[in-house]
Structure formats: C-alpha cells, structure tokens
C-alpha cells in the first residue's frame, strides 16, 4: 500500500491576508424607517459593524445581521454627547482597518448639515474606501409630512436650506439675512429651534414680512410628528406655548398656507393614538401595520414568547401514524408553523397530510395554513374553539379520531366537546407560551400616561400583561390603566380581560384582525 507523505509543519505562521474594510455613508431618512433607499436598506443587512445617530430610527437596526457591532454615537442639543466628532471619525477609520464593512447611519441626507463631509475627509486622509448612500433629508421630509409643498408654481420656485445652528467656533455669521429674507421663496432651517427668535428677528429685519406662514414641525414623518403653525410675528411664542423641542424643522413662506389643503399625514383616523400591542413578537406586525397606516403611534409590548415544547417525541409519535386520523386541526396559526417546522426536521412534508380532513378555527389560520400548500376542509362560521367545535359535530365525531396540535397549555373546550361528541382526541404540545423577561418600556409608558389603547388577541395576553406589570394590588392596577381604552378581538379574550377588572370599550363582530381594526377606527371616528 501506497503510503501518503504529509508535508512538515511549517516553523512559523504565514501572515493572514488582510481584508480591506469599506466605510458606507448611509442617510437613514427623516425618521419612518420606510423610507431608506432600497441600498441603504441592503447594506444594512451586510454590515459588521454599525455606527449610528440619534436621528435614524432604531427600527433599522433589526435589519443588521445579530452578529454584528452596534455602536450609538448619538447627539443631542444641550445633552453631553455620546462621542465627539473627532471620536467618531477615528472609529470609522479604526473599524475600517480591520477589514469590515462598516456601516455609519445618519439622520436624513449625510451630506446636509450632517458633518458627512468631515467624516468623508478623514477617510480620504487615511485612505480608507467609501461610498455615500444619499437619504431623503428631513427638510422635504418634514415641509411633505406637514403638508407643505416647498416649491410651487403660483407661490415660489426657489427654496433654500439653513442651519438654524452654526458652528459657534466661527467669528461671524456667513447667512446673508439679507439675501435670503425677500430673494428666497421657501426657507427651511435646520436645528433652529432654541435661536427661532432670532431667526424671525432677522428675517423680518431685513424685509420679510411679519404676516408670512411659517409652520414648525417636530420628529417629521413619525407617529410622535407635531406641528404648530403661525407667522414670523407670531411663531417663537406659539412655539414656546407649544414646549416644541428638537429635533424640529423650520418651514418659511407662503406655501404654508396650502397645509390647510394638503395635510395628509396628520388626518390619519388615527393619528397621535398611542396603541399597545400585546401581541407575540412574531404576530405583531400584520396588526402593527395596520394600525401605524392609520396613523397610529404602536408600541409592541409582546406578553408571550413563543418556544418549542420541552420534547417533540409526543408530535413525533403521531406524526408517523398520521393515516390513522379522520381529522388534523389547527386553532391558531403558531400551532401550524412549529406543527410543520418539526415536520420538515424529521425528512416529512405537506405530502404525509393526505389522510386527515383539516379543519382550521379561522380564516387568518387557513390563509396561513394555505401557504403550505393545503386548503381547510372545514372552517366554522364563528372563529372560536367553540365554533369550531359546533361545526365539527355537524360532521359527526363518533369513531372519529381526531389530532390537535396546540400550545403546551390550553382551554380544553374544543377536545372535550369532541370527546363528548364521541370522538378519540389525542392532543401535543408543538409550542409552549413564555413571557419575555423585561416590561419596564412598558411600565413607564402606563406610568407616564402615554398609551391611549391596548389591544388583546388572547385570554393569554391578557394574563401575563398583568402579571408582568407586577402590580401590588387592584388598586394599582386601576391607577395604571385609568383612562386607557381595552380593545379585545373576541368574547373570550373580553371575559378573560373583565374577569381581571377591566372594562372593555372595544369587540369587533368577526374575530379577525381586519375587523379589530375596523372596530377600533369605528370606535374613535365615533367619538370625534
């Protein structure tokens, strides 16, 4: 036999290649996370490492891969700084030169008043690749989502861009008050509100009418935006009655009183409601968008934690004798993702289903149940497991033999009846309910008077939101939820919710997220 010679060791290590990094500029936009460009948002998904800003939404951040470095550098006027601009140059360059991607995130445009270009020529010193990926800067953002249109042709074509805050190292101004007070159309200015005054002063000294529209305009394109609007006479002391703070912007000129006309973003149905979402984490969203496209102000509060049960040898077992059973239901649509998550892992698919009729407890569950390929043999006209029940014991159930993949605790309504029924009703854990392990956000949020509404999808939700607020007693669970509305998607989550003293403002008929919804936008237009 041929033996295999085997080099010998080296006496040393090579040195390792080292990977050129790349520094990108990327502008996050005036502060709804939607409106990155599709680049910015695709290289966000590369990053190792990302540096951002106070000013771009924190909701971008769940685009960056789990492994990489979060660095905030945040600043805020009259608030010590994260870092300083000197800092956070050399960190680019640093990052830089271990070879990563780094991505440096920046409120609205990088390139307007967002001190891109000094960090652009630190990286140019040390010879450090780049790119800038421009954003949607938050002046237009801001005139848009105020329903200004900073240029128009019956009022102005010229518009222009100032900061309301220069460098204080500078010996003197370089705005030329008055060019720009009557050569201009449309001023915005940038980070001025502490110097509005001043700002009004010298656009009205040099000739620029007292009566000209201005509106200010706070957190722009987000469901916490506040606008206040007046004169150059008027505008610093309605703005200080208002207790407007940055970040805000500035808009100046006649094309502010077209905001009666076209203000769209703030008559939303539901603009400046401030919603609770109780719902998973991984369920939210269909619910959270929905409402934040209304106009509402959501914030996710998830009750439950959804996790595998502590062994999967009971769904295991039935799974291989599946041509056994008459019926395969499903009462949520957690209960069909980890049922077929675990299907997959043992080498099965939608093929081994062709036995059991499936019946499912909703339309939500049989769309989602459909995105796997199969279609609910039997869905009941009222979306419970008690509906669900009625309609299966029209099918008959005696002999039946019935599998029920379901949360590791549940109401045991739907097996009982069936079993009553005449039915043989094997049930498995495929999920179990957990609660997440900090409600402080929460809390403070109750505390402070900041939510209008919370919504419960579940007698679970209900549940561990009390438990998780760790109140005292009834007392204190009364001075936390005064004034704030309970929206319940049906009868049972509404019984569960008023068993535990709350009293419920908001049911829809039909048990679905659409039609909780509809009931919430009914329940608030009816009160305009």
Not at 35 to 64: N, P, W
């Amino acid at each position: 036999m041929k033996k295999t010679m085997h080099p010998p060791p080296p006496t040393h290590t090579p040195p390792t290649p080292c990977r050129a990094g790349k520094v990108y500029l990327i502008g996050a936009g005036p502060g709804d996370p939607e409106l990155i460009t599709v680049k910015g948002l695709k290289l966000l998904q590369r990053a190792e490492v990302v540096v951002y800003d106070y000013l771009a939404s924190k909701k971008l951040l769940k685009h960056v891969p789990q492994a990489a470095q979060l660095v905030y550098v945040g600043k805020m006027g009259g608030v010590h700084h994260a870092h300083t601009q000197d800092e956070i140059n050399q960190m680019l360059v640093d990052f830089a030169r271990q070879g990563k991607l780094v991505v440096r995130l920046k409120g609205g445009d990088p390139f307007i008043f967002g001190r891109g270009g000094e960090e652009i020529e630190m990286l140019v010193e040390h010879g450090i690749a780049y790119e800038v990926v421009p954003g949607v800067t938050s002046a237009t953002a801001a005139a848009t989502y105020a329903g200004v249109p900073i240029t128009h042709r019956q009022h102005t074509t010229s518009v222009a861009f100032v900061t309301g805050h220069e460098d204080p190292t500078k010996a003197a101004s370089t705005i030329a008050w008055d060019k720009i007070a009557t050569g201009i159309g449309t001023l915005v200015f940038y980070m001025g509100i502490k110097n509005l005054p001043i700002i009004t002063e010298k656009l009205m000294a040099h000739g620029r009418s007292p009566e000209t529209p201005v509106v200010v305009v706070r957190w722009a394109s987000t469901p916490e935006q506040q606008s206040v609007e007046g004169t150059l006479a008027t505008i610093a002391d309605k703005v200080q009655a208002a207790r407007i703070k940055p970040p805000a912007l500035i808009v100046v000129g006649e094309v502010v009183s077209l905001r009666d006309k076209i203000n769209w973003y703030e008559k939303r149905p539901l603009f400046g409601k401030r919603i609770l979402v109780t719902r998973t984490r991984e369920q939210a969203s269909e619910l959270v968008h929905r409402l934040e496209d209304l106009g509402a102000n959501c914030l996710e509060g998830s009750t439950i934690a959804l996790v595998p049960p502590d062994s999967w040898a009971a769904l295991d077992k039935e799974l291989h004798r599946l041509a056994d059973y008459d019926w395969l239901l499903f009462t949520s649509i957690n209960a069909i993702k980890f049922f077929f998550q675990r299907l997959t892992e043992i080498g099965m698919d939608a093929r081994d289903l062709k036995g059991p009729k499936i019946g499912v407890v909703g339309t939500t569950t049989a769309e989602f149940l459909q995105g796997h390929g199969l279609r609910a043999d039997l869905l009941p006209e009222e979306f419970t497991a008690e509906g669900l029940a009625a309609a299966l014991e029209k099918e008959g159930m005696s002999g039946k033999k019935v599998l029920l993949p379901r949360a590791a605790k549940a109401r045991e309504v739907l097996p009982e009846t069936l079993a009553t029924a005449g039915a043989e009703v094997v049930t498995v854990p495929v999920y179990r309910n957990v609660q997440p392990a900090d409600y402080a956000e929460v809390r403070q949020a109750l505390e402070e008077k900041a939510i209008d509404l919370i919504t419960f999808t579940s007698s679970s939700t209900v549940i561990n939101f009390l438990e998780m607020l760790h109140c005292a007693d009834e007392a204190e669970q009364q001075r936390l939820l005064d004034g704030v509305k309970i929206a319940t998607i049906g009868p049972i989550t509404a019984k569960t919710a008023s068993q535990n003293g709350m009293a419920i403002h908001i049911q829809p008929k039909t048990f679905t997220i659409p039609a909780l919804v509809d009931a919430i936008l009914a329940y608030y237009a009816s009160r305009r």
